[in-house]
T-cell receptor, first 115, second 110 residues
Framework: AQSVTQLDSHVSVSEGTPVLLRCNYS??????LFWYVQHPNKGLQLLLK??????LVKGINGFEAEFKKSETSFHLTKPSAHMSDAAEYFC?????????????FGRGTQLTVWP | NAGVTQTPKFRVLKTGQSMTLLCAQD?????MYWYRQDPGMGLRLIHY???????AKGEVPDGYNVSRLKKQNFLLGLESAAPSQTSVYFC?????????FGPGTRLTVL
């Protein structure tokens, strides 16, 4: 069975400081993993994805994530937060057992960025 | 390309009323999905479709029906709305594992 645990429901950082959003996953198959971002009253936008290639994945807006199989983790990081990064972030695992690509969402982490 | 579009953007219903949400995609994707988003719950899959004429239940299908008569459209119906169906509804489509999301429909059931 597939599942995702986002370890923090809220994270607050100051502008210019590093961001770390933590995610652990459980998957019976070789997973595909994603981070999506949702700005207030908007749809979901793909930040980055891991699909069994390089374990360090670079995404848009300076975000990156590292797939660590031994720790079943896929944490999202950014060296320097910007005010525009304030949003809700979802870690997502895909069902690798079929071509359907069914997604399983974490409950989300709300990122607040202070000036 | 418009991507994935949803209509309407907002809707208020009274308990017991019915309505249909429309999702359209212009990317020729085979797979389409309906999710609901509730605070602190992430997105939960209601129904999905692997191709024209086929549908299947997701994680929370009760109280909803769907139809995929055309490849580009995926309809979500509420036959008798209940306050527990107050939520934000997102449609998505995909070719493989990456899903593309619509802007959402905010539904309130009084």
């Amino acid at each position: 069975a597939q599942s995702v645990t986002q370890l923090d429901s809220h994270v607050s950082v100051s502008e210019g400081t590093p961001v770390l959003l933590r995610c652990n996953y459980s998957s019976s198959y070789s997973p595909s993993l994603f981070w999506y971002v949702q700005h207030p009253n908007k749809g979901l936008q793909l930040l980055l994805k891991y699909t069994s290639a390089a374990t360090l994945v670079k995404g848009i807006n300076g975000f990156e994530a590292e797939f660590k199989k031994s720790e079943t983790s896929f944490h999202l990081t950014k060296p320097s937060a910007h005010m525009s990064d304030a949003a809700e972030y979802f870690c997502v695992v895909s069902d690798g057992s079929s071509t359907l690509g069914r997604l399983y969402f974490g409950r989300g982490t709300q990122l607040t960025v202070w000036p | 390309n418009a991507g994935v579009t949803q209509t309407p953007k907002f809707r208020v219903l009274k308990t017991g009323q019915s309505m249909t949400l429309l999702c359209a995609q212009d990317m020729n994707h085979e797979y389409m999905y309906w999710y609901r988003q509730d605070p602190g719950m992430g997105l939960r899959l209601i129904h999905y479709s692997v191709g024209e004429g086929t549908t299947a239940k997701g994680e929370v299908p009760d109280g909803y029906n769907v139809s995929r008569l055309k490849k580009q459209n995926f309809l979500l119906g509420l036959e008798s709305a209940a306050p527990s169906q107050t939520s934000v509804y997102f449609c998505a489509s995909s070719l493989k594992s990456e899903q593309f999301f619509g802007p959402g429909t905010r539904l309130t059931v009084l």
